[in-house]
């Protein structure tokens, strides 16, 4: 995989590291990738269609706004916690 890793600095000076992740939704396989968003404080989780992160100059800001926090849920209630890996299973 191209590109497999980025780096990014936000606006508030926080250094960014964006990797992209082995697995994706099986229906997006084709079209989408995932990534991990990474600093020292977050660990983050985005999709986006291929063609936005081949470009060369994805726009991070946008990445970060749809992205939800790892282990999260765009469809689970705030302050419910996932439930953990299977064991064996890698935590991406």
Do not use: K, N
């Amino acid at each position: 995989m191209a590109d497999d890793v980025r780096t990014w600095t936000d606006e508030q000076g926080e250094a960014w590291t964006f990797t992209r992740r082995r697995r994706v939704r099986r229906d997006e396989e084709e079209t989408h990738i995932a990534l991990v968003a990474r600093s020292a404080s977050q660990v983050r989780i985005v999709t986006c269609r291929r063609e936005e992160w081949e470009t060369g100059s994805p726009v991070f800001s946008r990445l970060l706004g749809r992205s939800v926090p790892a282990g999260g849920s765009r469809g689970a209630p705030p302050g419910v916690a996932p439930d953990p890996p299977a064991s064996g299973d890698s935590e991406f």
